[in-house]
């Protein structure tokens, strides 16, 4: 959490809008436009009622079958479009993309582009990858 606070106080005129928030709080993450999470949390965090139209979640937790961000109606809506890094280690790992394929409610008809989720269970080197493109844009 330090390291993000002074990322954001080092960088505030470049980062408009940005909050740093050590809980949820639902009022903030109904009005905003993109979500990301990172947690180990065993409990689902989020779900459909708590986001708007139009959302991105970058959902990077959860890499464990026993973990979980998003919750079922979310995963579930015909307004969700999934993005996965890798669908192998997403079907392996993440316990919402495991239960939503085995779901009978499960068709490509979920996919339309109102909500739209980035589900990564982790390519470590595309990780380190964004982050230096996002430092070194931060640094001009």
């Not at 990322?7 to 639902?26: A, F, H």
Request: hydrophobic content about 40%; charged content about 25%; overall charge negative.
């Amino acid at each position: 959490m330090t390291h993000a606070i002074n990322l954001q106080s080092d960088y505030s005129s470049k980062l408009n809008n940005i909050e740093i928030l050590k809980d949820l709080n639902d009022n903030c993450i109904q009005q905003s436009d993109v979500i990301c999470t990172c947690t180990a949390s065993e409990e689902a965090l989020i779900g459909l009622k708590q986001v708007k139209k139009g959302v991105h979640i970058n959902a990077v937790g959860s890499f464990r079958e026993t973990m979980r961000e998003l919750a079922d109606d979310l995963m579930l809506s015909s307004d969700t479009q999934v993005i996965v890094d890798s669908k192998e280690s997403a079907m392996k790992e993440a316990a919402e993309l495991g239960e939503l394929i085995h779901n009978d409610k499960f068709s490509n008809d979920i996919f339309n582009e109102k909500i739209t989720i980035f589900k990564s269970v982790g390519i470590a080197i595309k990780d380190l990858a964004a982050a230096i493109v996002l430092y070194a844009s931060l640094k001009k």
